[in-house]
Structures are given as C-alpha cells and as structure tokens.
T-cell receptor
Framework: AQSVTQLGSHVSVSEGALVLLRCNYSSSVPPYLFWYVQYPNQGLQLLLKYTTGATLVKGINGFEAEFKKSETSFHLTKPSAHMSDAAEYFCAVSDYEGSQGNLIFGKGTKLSVKP | GAVVSQHPSWVICKSGTSVKIECRSLDFQATTMFWYRQFPKQSLMLMATSNEGSKATYEQGVEKDKFLINHASLTLSTLTVTSAHPEDSSFYIC?????????FGPGTRLTVL
C-alpha cells in the first residue's frame, strides 16, 4: 500500500522568500512521485514528477523537488516566491508513471504569498 | 498539450434527482479515465477507473449503483450521480490517461439541496 503525508496544511511566505512544501511517502515498491498545483475552482496541473534517474527534478514555474529515498521524502521548493504561486499544492505517489495507475494524493498544502 | 474538459463546471440540483457529468479528452484518445472526488479542504480520493468499452472499476466504499460511469468512446467518460443527496455535494474531478501521464479536467462542483 502507498500513502502520502504532507506536513502543514497551510504555509505562508513573503514574496521573494523561499518556498518549502514538505511531502513524505510510504511505498512498498519503488515509487513514482508527483507534485500538482490547483488554483481555485480549477483542476490539477502537473508541476513535476520523479520516475527514475536524477533525484533532483525541475518542473514548471521555477519549482523543483528532490527525491530522498533514505528519508522517504519529496519536498517541493522554489527559491523565490511570487504572488502567482498562491494555490493549493498536492503531492502524489503511484506505483506506475501515473498514466495508467492510481495516484494516491496527500491532503494538500495551501500556499499563501504575502506582498 | 493534452487538454481535458468537464461539463458542467458547476451544478445545483434537488435531492433525489440525477446529475450527469461529462469528461472529455479534447486532443487525444484516452482508453483510461479516472474519476476523483474532493471534499472541502481535503485531498482527491479516487472513486473509479473507467476503461473504454468495459465496466468501470470502483474503489472500495464507492457505490457503483449510485455513481454510474460510462466510457463509450475514447474521448468521453460520463459520471452520473443517481438519486443525489446533500452528502454527495462535492467537487468531482476527472483525469484522462495519455502516454505522457494523467491530465486533469477543471472539475465539476456539485451542490445538492
């Protein structure tokens, strides 16, 4: 069985500050890991994903995440927050690349960006 | 890019009525589509996996007779909430499977009065 835990349901940062959204996973098989962003009343948009290979994954909008197997973590970071980054962020795990398999989502972290 | 649409984007209905939600892959064919449900301030929960031309696979605890899923073509899957009740009020999101991953629709907000 797989599961995802996102620490902090709400994170608030100032514009220009570092963004760090935490995600820990549990998986009995090598995981595929994803970060999605959801703007109000919209569907999910893929930010980035880890499948195999390089553990530091770069995504859209300046976000990146690092897969750390020893820590079972896949934290999302961005060096400098922008007002447009305010949204809900979901970490997800799958035992497939995600195209055919189930995605197990964390509860989400709402990111607020203060001017 | 792969685009998935949902219709309607929001719907309000009376208790006891049925509501149909459509999920379309606009520029690609999807043999597999997924239906999720999202309660306020909670995560997405997979309801069922819809495969074109065959019966949907429902997750444990999801009533297949209440949430009817039809995937009649490679670009359309429908979710019908039958005899809706206020507790069915939620945000329903579909995703469609493409070789490069899953692509999500914008969601449908259902409010049952």
């Amino acid at each position: 069985a797989q599961s995802v835990t996102q620490l902090g349901s709400h994170v608030s940062v100032s514009e220009g500050a570092l963004v760090l959204l935490r995600c820990n996973y549990s998986s009995s098989v090598p995981p595929y890991l994803f970060w999605y962003v959801q703007y109000p009343n919209q569907g999910l948009q893929l930010l980035l994903k880890y499948t195999t290979g390089a553990t530091l994954v770069k995504g859209i909008n300046g976000f990146e995440a690092e897969f750390k197997k020893s820590e079972t973590s896949f934290h999302l970071t961005k060096p400098s927050a922008h007002m447009s980054d305010a949204a809900e962020y979901f970490c997800a795990v799958s035992d497939y690349e995600g195209s055919q398999g189930n995605l197990i989502f964390g509860k989400g972290t709402k990111l607020s960006v203060k001017p | 890019g792969a685009v998935v649409s949902q219709h309607p984007s929001w719907v309000i209905c009376k208790s006891g009525t049925s509501v149909k939600i459509e999920c379309r892959s606009l520029d690609f064919q999807a043999t597999t589509m997924f239906w999720y449900r999202q309660f306020p301030k909670q995560s997405l929960m997979l309801m069922a996996t819809s495969n074109e031309g065959s019966k949907a696979t429902y997750e444990q605890g999801v009533e297949k007779d209440k949430f009817l899923i039809n995937h009649a073509s490679l670009t359309l899957s429908t979710l019908t909430v039958t005899s809706a009740h206020p507790e069915d009020s939620s945000f329903y999101i579909c995703s469609a499977s493409a070789p490069s991953g899953q692509f999500f629709g914008p969601g449908t907000r259902l409010t049952v009065l």
